[in-house]
């Protein structure tokens, strides 16, 4: 078998990217983090893909296995060191503000690694940040933004983050919140405003 055919057979190697460094038990940040865990699972279950999420901590290392997943918590200046070791073919990073993690991933990653970097609602920020992402926006091969059609990415275009003719996709946004049943209001809430949207998640 020759190493194209090898390469086409095996699954995708994808590693999420969670910059923001926590000082919780990797544990506990797992459990505040059920989107997280829930895109891991699915991404797993799908049968074509290895997916692993590199989160950065202030306390030691650990890594925590899941249901076909793992998560590893390392210091953040090691984080792009952990990303390269894991050879993946497409690294998925949470958070447009992390211009250092972002121009480490540059170094650290070879060219034939996609680097997709997803919009969670941050500003393009202070003049440094936009500098440092001047630098490495030619790596970056899809900003994804939650109403990017809208004008979301907008504003990264004006500061000259994301340019003409770069790759912007649209995503739909994820969040969760685990309410206990006991602590539900007796009477149903009224929802205010035109128009109204509500997303009802069930397992």
Same mark, same amino acid.
């Given at each position: 078998?020759?190493?194209?055919?090898?390469?086409?057979?095996?699954?995708?190697?994808?590693?999420?990217?969670?910059?923001?460094?926590?000082?919780?038990?990797?544990?506990?940040?797992?459990?505040?983090?059920?989107?997280?865990?829930?895109?891991?699972?699915?991404?797993?279950?799908?049968?074509?893909?290895?997916?692993?999420?590199?989160?950065?901590?202030?306390?030691?290392?650990?890594?925590?296995?899941?249901?076909?997943?793992? +998560?590893?918590?390392?210091? =953040?200046?090691?984080?792009? !060191? #952990?990303?390269?070791?894991? /050879?993946? $073919?497409? @690294?998925?990073?949470?958070?447009?503000?992390?211009?250092?993690?972002?121009?480490?991933?540059?170094?650290?990653?070879?060219?034939?690694?996609?680097?997709?970097?997803?919009?969670?609602?941050?500003?393009?920020?202070?003049?440094?940040?936009?500098?440092?992402?001047?630098?490495?926006?030619?790596?970056?091969?899809?900003?994804?933004?939650?109403? +990017?059609?809208?004008?979301? =990415?907008?504003?990264?275009? !004006? #500061?000259?983050?994301?340019? /003409?003719? $770069?790759? @912007?996709?649209?995503?739909?946004?994820?969040?969760?919140?685990?309410?206990?049943?006991?602590?539900?209001?007796?009477?149903?809430?009224?929802?205010?405003?035109?128009?109204?949207?509500?997303?009802?998640?069930?397992?």
């Amino acid at each position: 078998m020759t190493g194209e055919r090898a390469a086409a057979d095996r699954p995708i190697r994808v590693v999420m990217v969670v910059p923001p460094a926590t000082d919780l038990d990797p544990a506990d940040a797992l459990e505040r983090a059920p989107t997280i865990v829930r895109t891991l699972t699915a991404l797993a279950a799908d049968g074509r893909v290895e997916v692993t999420a590199c989160c950065a901590t202030t306390a030691a290392r650990a890594t925590i296995d899941g249901d076909g997943w793992r +998560a590893s918590f390392v210091p =953040a200046p090691e984080l792009a !060191a #952990a990303v390269a070791a894991e /050879r993946p $073919d497409v @690294v998925h990073v949470h958070g447009t503000s992390f211009v250092r993690t972002l121009r480490a991933l540059d170094r650290s990653l070879p060219s034939r690694t996609a680097l997709v970097v997803q919009h969670h609602g941050e500003p393009p920020g202070p003049w440094r940040n936009r500098l440092g992402h001047r630098a490495v926006r030619g790596r970056v091969d899809a900003w994804a933004f939650t109403g +990017a059609m809208y004008g979301q =990415a907008d504003p990264f275009r !004006a #500061a000259g983050i994301v340019r /003409r003719g $770069d790759r @912007v996709v649209e995503v739909l946004e994820a969040a969760s919140l685990l309410v206990p049943s006991d602590v539900l209001p007796a009477t149903p809430p009224v929802l205010e405003g035109a128009p109204v949207v509500l997303r009802v998640g069930r397992p």
